[in-house]
């Protein structure tokens, strides 16, 4: 049993499919943090199934357990896409002879809502933070991370070149990108010796979780470290509206979920409903 498995009953006729299903997923070189999220959404439904094992599910058992929930739309984006997932490789693999997920209907995106931590709470969370907390602050406000990437900062991902120090970031689906650091952040991590930046009992580091508590605690409520990533892509959008870059910055496959992240500027609305007018 896999530690994602632990909260989950052993007798339960799920908890053996859900763990081959992980292994094969692990054997394709899938993040962690991905399989922990799909192994969460199967034991969601498992714990509703009760004791009716995943082959006896149809397109209506889905349909009616999704139903009853009250998820965002992102959540339950991707719970279908763990469902058909999971049912996909069971039809490839033998153990069921079809896919009851694929009939689940098509959830379109979220329209883009960012929400931007305002610049007062921020400047109020650093100063009433620790000089740790300070640090997990500015990596988020002010380089655009996320807490599983503040989590694993190491010495050795700091690299120096003409322009300065930066970052090896350790992104999502285990992709690497390189960020620039601000001077000062730049030199605060290097004086925080050989190691992991926030050493912990997380192999070694803080968990994500709990580095996204610890930075939250500081916020007004409504907002979390996430919000400090779209404070990172509105105000770098914001210097030259170069939303590739940002993309870049931010480790997105697309320029179409980095759009959700920034708050389009009032005066670039302004400016261009007085430039039709005119």
């Given amino acids: 049993m896999t530690l994602y498995e632990l909260d989950m009953r052993t007798n339960s006729p799920w908890t053996g499919h859900i763990n081959a299903w992980l292994v094969a997923m692990r054997a394709t070189g899938r993040p962690e943090t991905t399989l922990r999220t799909r192994s969460e959404h199967l034991r969601w439904l498992a714990v509703w199934a009760g004791d009716r094992d995943p082959w006896s599910m149809t397109t209506d058992d889905l349909l009616t357990w ?5 998820w965002a739309r992102e959540t339950r984006r991707g719970v279908r896409s763990s469902l058909r997932g999971f049912y996909r490789w069971a039809v490839a693999t033998g153990r069921a002879t079809h896919n009851p997920a694929e009939g689940l209907p098509s959830i379109p995106p979220a329209q883009p809502r960012p929400r931007p931590t305002p610049e007062h709470a921020y400047r109020l969370a650093v100063m009433r933070a620790s000089t740790r907390e300070r640090l997990m602050l500015r990596l988020a406000a002010e380089c655009g991370l996320r807490r599983a990437e503040v989590a694993q900062i190491h010495s050795r991902d700091l690299i120096e070149d003409l322009g300065g ?30 190691g992991y930046a926030f050493p912990g009992d997380d192999h070694g580091h803080l968990s994500p979780r ?20 779209h404070r990172f892509a509105t105000r770098a959008y914001a210097v030259d509206r170069d939303v590739f870059t940002v993309q ?26 007085e430039a039709i007018a005119s």
């Fill in 248 to 273: 870049e910055l931010l480790g997105h496959a697309s320029p179409a979920t980095t759009r959700v992240y920034v708050q389009l500027p009032d005066d670039s609305k302004r400016r261009l409903v």
């Fill in 66 to 70: 999704m139903g009853g929930k009250v």
């Fill in 210 to 229: 709990w580095v996204g508590t610890l930075v939250s605690r500081l916020l007004p409520e409504g907002y979390t470290m996430h919000s400090l990533r």
């Fill in 165 to 194: 120090w930066s970052l090896v970031v350790h992104g999502k689906g285990s992709r690497e990108r390189v960020v620039p650091l601000p001077v000062s952040v730049g030199v605060e991590l290097r004086t925080l010796g050989r």
